[in-house]
């Protein structure tokens, strides 16, 4: 069975930085696409990065060259480093993971089967 859990959100200040974790279990991050998407309040789920099956990293436009998504090695977890935040980041952000989506899907949420249960990130002076 498929479990995502995410770990360290939290309140930070305008350019500082947070590093979100995601733990999978019941099964191998080199088979499956791995994402992090974000929902503000009022605002649709927009994504923000995937790790498409353990190698090859996809990032949102707003979030490129600002975070980084990247597996840890010998654990089947997958981090979501996150410098120079800005207000704007201010979301609850989730795991999601699926091991059927071919490249093109990977934008859309809706394509996602599985989901951890998202933690708050604040950016805020």
């Known amino acids: 069975q498929v479990h995502l859990v995410e770990s360290g959100g939290g309140l930070v200040q305008p350019g500082g930085s947070l590093r979100l974790s995601c733990a999978a279990s019941?099964?191998?991050?080199?088979?499956?696409?791995i994402g992090w998407f974000r929902q503000a309040p009022g605002k649709e789920r927009e994504f923000v990065a995937t790790?498409?099956?353990?190698?090859?990293?996809y990032y949102s436009d707003s979030v490129k060259g600002r975070f980084t998504i990247s597996r840890v090695n010998a654990k089947n977890t997958v981090n979501l480093q996150m410098n120079d935040l800005k207000p704007d980041d201010t979301a609850y952000y989730y795991c999601?993971?699926?091991?059927?989506?071919?490249?093109?899907?990977?934008?859309?949420?809706?394509?996602?089967?599985?989901w951890g249960q998202g933690t708050q990130v604040t950016v805020s002076s």
């Open positions: 999601a993971g699926d091991g059927r989506l071919i490249l093109s899907s990977i934008w859309n949420h809706a394509n996602y089967d599985d």
């Open positions: 019941g099964f191998a991050l080199d088979v499956y696409a």
């Open positions: 790790l498409f099956r353990g190698r090859t990293t």
